[in-house]
DNA sequence: ACAATAGTGTCTCTTAGACAATATCGA
DNA sequence: TCGATATTGTCTAAGAGACACTATTGT
């Protein structure tokens, strides 16, 4: 019966430090693997938490200190191998978060770790972090994903440096800028420019209003572009 | 705890009939929603499924009487409210399988439903329907998802109806052929030709070996229902 | 003025679609 | 031969990338 299937959600938190990309990792306090480094994580509870995406946020909120990031819907990774409990089933989040709000969460537990370098993980988390980057990367060269990384405030050059790290390529600056006019996400502050260095400053954008994530995690799914 | 959570697996079944895109579904032996239609799916099993692939198999297998099709996971719908049951966990796969044999498949049970004209099912499996035509159609446009939905052989203007059914927009026939070149998926079948018709016969062709799937029938007789 | 980076104009090359010519069947 | 559809050739338009030019800051 179905009763006798472990029930988790993991959490693969994406972000940018140090110009390149990070997935988040925390000691687990319990067994098994008490005490190694694992994706944030945990049993649903059902009386708590509304569907999968809220136990998402959930383990988010508790095991990092993080609320309202982009996060989406990875995958069901199941089977009777991958918990040496029983036969389990971890409905898997990514979330994009920009550097400084990590940084800022205040969990000292929280590793970083470089995310194209993960060689073994606790479970099946280590194919979990590679399908994140491959979703991520696929999203990315089309879509408007990357913005997610950035903080509230960006210049285009910075941007486009966000997608530079994620694709691992270099872009072409009138390309990159054409395709971020056309996809009407982007809109200049009035007269706030990145100044400070002896060159010409850059303009500074933000996301529009509507494609902004704030306190709401109820629309999602909607990904523009 | 995680006991209380139903966990379950659900399948869109899309095939074409008749010229149009069609969605499997069969009328529910058991409550809720006894004798209603809904998509073909079932409680996990852990002492026989693998994982929760292997269980949307055995249900494609054991209610609709097919066997290896195009299958890939969909998503994973959850909460409080789509089961009057209680907390419940849908994992939810496409398949993709050629008319001919859904309809060799004598399941009588098997309704075919126009895939764009299901307005309510029980739970949230209208949801999941639209889900799966978003992510079909989405990935139509650059891949070759939509030869699943053609039988071992077709000519390419054969499989470019299928793609415009699919789209619901006519394609520019040599841009089709060109892309269709250049995926190099597809493999012409010496000297067999799709003749019989007063015109020019076309060319039949196949997909290449290491992207077929075998797709059969399950033998009659076995039915668990 | 100079160094350094931001932002833009324009050319070329690649690719997608339109159009039409040619090919091959049964009647 | 004719009607019908398959297949291919080629022209044109749209989009992506390369390159270089202009713009604006601090020193």
Chains 1, 2 share one sequence.
């Not at 509870?45 to 200190?65: F, N, V, W």
């Not at 997608?163 to 007269?191: A, H, Q, T």
């Not at 850059?202 to 902004?212: E, G, M, V």
Request: proline share 7%; net charge neutral; charged share 25%.
């Amino acid at each position: 019966m179905s009763s006798k299937i472990i029930c988790s959600v993991d959490v693969v938190l994406l972000t940018l430090s140090n110009s390149s990309l990070k997935v988040a990792l925390l000691e687990r306090d319990h067994d098994p693997f008490r005490g190694v480094l694992a994706l944030p994580g945990g049993f649903i509870h059902p009386d708590e938490d509304q569907d999968t995406e809220a136990a998402a946020a959930r383990m988010l909120r508790d095991k990092a200190g993080i609320q309202s990031p982009y996060l989406e819907q990875l995958g069901t990774f199941s089977g009777r191998g991958r918990d040496p409990r029983g036969w389990s089933l971890s409905v898997s989040y990514y979330a994009l978060v920009p550097g400084a709000v990590v940084q800022a969460s205040e969990r000292p537990g929280i590793v970083l770790h470089p995310a194209d370098d993960v060689d073994w993980l606790p479970f099946d988390h280590a194919q979990i972090v590679r399908a994140a980057l491959t979703r991520v990367r696929d999203k990315s060269s089309y879509s408007s994903l990357p913005v997610y990384l950035c903080g509230d405030t960006f210049t285009l050059p910075e941007l486009q440096t966000v997608y530079e790290i994620l694709l691992g390529e270099p872009i072409n600056k009138v390309s990159f800028r054409r395709k971020m006019d056309e996809l009407e996400i982007l809109e200049p502050i009035p007269g706030a420019q990145k100044a400070g260095k002896a060159h010409r400053p850059a303009q500074l954008y933000r996301l529009r209003k509507q494609f902004r994530r704030k306190l709401s995690l109820t629309d999602r799914g909607i990904n523009p572009g």
